[in-house]
């Protein structure tokens, strides 16, 4: 399967769209989708949410040198960005400044070996943890 990934658009973009694909054995057209476009940030099937806060999947990933996160905060606030192994123990931590909205950042993956590992970002009662898989 092949994926098309539009990384800028603008509200104009909206509507309905087909896709067509055309070989030497002709043409194929999809049936029509809706394509919505908002202003509030990212959301993805595998956001994970607590108290308000939202925390989208690794951008890409897997990964081999570095990944974005978006975090959405409901309001200013200091919090800790984690990086640990599968089994829970902290390879990584930074404290970070979260704005009230969304948020982007960045996950440097440089000096961690291939495997699966826990993004996690806390602040006071809310926690918010995805996966990564590196790959070298």
Known sequence: STSLVITSVSLDDAGEYTCVATNECG???SKKINVVVTTGGISGINDVENN????SSAMPNPISESSIINVFANESASAKMIISDISGYEINSNSIELSNGWNRLNIDANN???GTYLITITSGNTRLTQTITVIK
């Open 27 to 29: 043409s194929i057209e």
């Open 52 to 55: 308000g806060w939202k925390m």
């Open 112 to 114: 961690l070996s291939s």
